[in-house]
């Protein structure tokens, strides 16, 4: 069996890549532990604790940022099939700044994540080109999982289906100023409310 290259101090590494093993380091931030091995789930340098026997991943501020679990994202949707929602993502939504995502990445929402109750159809939640909020609550498979769940989630951003007009909210639809049309969507509190 091949030997693993194990990281040294100040290292810099990518998801996914080998750390070492339990019985050396406690996983810290950045890392998770599997079967006993130790691996990155976030790109970063490489930060080994004697103190703590603690191996942790720091993320370097000049690489764009990959979503963390919890993470409140901006993404459009791309494509809606019977069972979930394909997000392309846009952003971070962050305190200290609205960061770019590291790379073109997708993500899912799930039916059973759209909101609280039944979906009957994934179609009337969601339309392809609508601009979305959602939280992160899993990223260690691609694509990263989300969630639509709660007032502050769901549609920001949409254009009428027939005539691309932006959709003013009316209640709990969106109904077209050019040609009137009424559709309806999983909106968000803050729909057109947020800098697209």
């Given at each position: 069996m091949e030997e693993k290259r194990v990281p040294r101090d100040g290292d810099l590494v990518l998801p996914g890549d080998y750390l070492g093993v339990i019985e050396e380091y406690f996983p810290g931030e950045g890392v998770k532990e599997e079967n006993g091995e130790l691996y990155a789930i976030r790109a970063g340098r490489v930060k080994i604790d004697t103190?703590?026997?603690?191996?942790?991943?720091e993320t370097v501020t000049d690489v764009p940022p990959l979503p963390q679990i919890g993470d409140i994202v901006i993404g459009k949707i791309v494509e809606v099939r019977g069972q979930s929602a394909i997000v392309q993502l846009i952003k971070i939504e962050s305190?200290?700044?609205?960061?770019?995502?590291?790379?073109?990445?997708?993500?899912?929402?799930?039916?059973?994540?759209?909101?609280?109750?039944?979906?009957?159809?994934?179609?009337?939640?969601?339309?392809?080109?609508?601009?979305?909020?959602?939280?992160?609550?899993?990223?260690?498979?691609?694509?990263i999982q989300l969630t639509t769940k709660g007032p502050e989630l769901?549609?920001?951003?949409?254009?009428?289906?027939?005539?691309?007009t932006p959709l003013v909210r009316r209640g709990?639809?969106?109904?077209?100023?050019?040609?009137?049309?009424?559709?309806t969507r999983k909106l968000s509190v803050l729909y057109r409310k947020m800098k697209v």
């Open positions: 103190q703590k026997m603690e191996i942790s991943v305190r200290e700044d609205d960061r770019e995502i590291a790379t073109s990445k997708l993500a899912g929402i799930h039916v059973s994540q759209v909101k609280e109750g039944y979906v009957e159809n994934l179609s009337r939640e969601f339309k392809i080109g609508d601009v979305i909020r959602a939280k992160v609550i899993a990223n260690e498979k691609s694509p769901g549609v920001i951003y949409a254009l009428c289906t027939r005539c691309r709990n639809q969106l109904v077209c100023p050019k040609c009137g049309n009424v559709e």
